[in-house]
């Protein structure tokens, strides 16, 4: 789905991470030695992941980066009017986690809160989401908040997800700014909905005992990045009339080193223009492109023209070209 919203922008970004960080030997000896993690370091490009304490939560993570954004932007608490919280990882099945960092927050009573069961590509959905809430006329400044705590979801004894996830928290506010506009292309390819799973999590069952815990298929993920994200991609730059070689950078989910690599190959673009910045903290998921953009502290000015592209459970892909000249990027800070 192809779609434009005009004089919307993100206005600041921040980021949290868990004051924890580990080797993925330290973290994982009974899976892989020094020796082996060498290999796989080179490969997937993670050599430390962020992982939470036990009762550390995604939100506790959204909260102390939505407490710093507010602290250091111009946007105060009474400007907000909707806040969508973008996690798969949540504080219960019910009630919904956004109810409850509304009032943590100390947010006003008259705004509308969300939740978002998104992943990877979570987090360019939910500034949709945010922009047609703008657009709408309704709403004036939106709180995006997007993390999650996968390390809690993953199996011990199962290398393909235990060696590879970290958490984070991030907070953004998209709010009217005068620009040419955010441009999205959002695709779902539910026929594939296996692919990144935690079977018997919730109501429906399968004859897999996994007891809730996260799996998925590394060849057919790579697959779907290669065939279906660069179409998708492709059709985003031909809708806004922009060639890959004015795009001054590509954010996208940081799945892992070897992927991103491929990714810009295939797209044709060289490998410092579509970064992996994430050997420190590994993969989290809905996070990790805001994460990105704090981590590595980009001179904003200069990024007139990015696209930014999550892919992943869904399976689902969604990208969008926006402005980030005017955007206030915050350094990453960590939870206490």
Not at 277 to 294: K, Q, R, V, Y
């Amino acid at each position: 789905m192809l779609s434009k919203f005009s004089n919307i922008g993100i206005k600041a970004i921040g980021a949290c991470l868990p004051s924890k960080n580990f080797s993925i030997v330290d973290y994982a000896s009974q899976l892989i030695t020094e020796k082996e993690a060498k290999r796989f370091s080179k490969n997937t490009g993670f050599f430390r992941l962020a992982i939470t304490e036990d009762d550390v939560t995604a939100s506790d993570l959204c909260y102390k980066a939505a407490c710093n954004l507010f602290e250091k932007s111009t946007i105060s608490k009474k400007d907000i009017d909707a806040l969508i919280f973008i996690t798969q990882t949540p504080d219960w099945d019910l009630p919904a986690t956004s109810h409850f960092l509304q009032n943590k927050l100390g947010l006003s009573e008259e705004i509308i809160c969300f939740d978002m069961n998104e992943g990877c590509s979570g987090y360019v959905q939910g500034l949709y989401l945010a922009s047609a809430l703008i657009a709408s006329g309704q709403c004036h400044n939106v709180l995006v908040l997007a993390g999650d705590t996968i390390s809690k979801i993953t199996d011990t004894e199962d290398r393909a997800t235990r060696l590879i996830f970290g958490d984070a928290g991030t907070a953004s506010i998209i709010s009217q700014i005068d620009n040419d506009g955010i441009f999205f292309n959002i695709n779902t390819y539910g026929d594939r909905y296996q692919a990144i799973i935690t079977e018997n999590s919730r109501h429906r069952k399968s004859q897999y005992n996994r007891g809730g815990l996260l799996s998925l298929d590394g060849m057919g993920i790579m697959n779907f990045t290669l065939n279906d994200v660069p179409v998708n991609m492709k059709k985003l730059e031909d809708f806004t009339g922009i060639d890959n070689s004015e795009i001054d950078l590509y954010v996208c989910h940081q799945a892992n080193k070897l992927i991103l690599d491929a990714l810009a190959d295939k797209i044709g673009v060289v490998r410092d223009k579509l970064p992996f910045a994430a050997s420190e903290t590994g993969n989290t998921s809905s996070a990790s492109i805001p994460l990105m953009l704090c981590r590595e502290q980009y001179d904003s000015s200069k990024l007139e023209k990015v696209m930014l592209c999550g892919f992943g459970v869904g399976l689902a892909c969604a990208s969008c070209i926006t402005d980030l000249s005017q955007t206030k990027i915050l350094d990453v800070i960590v939870y206490e």
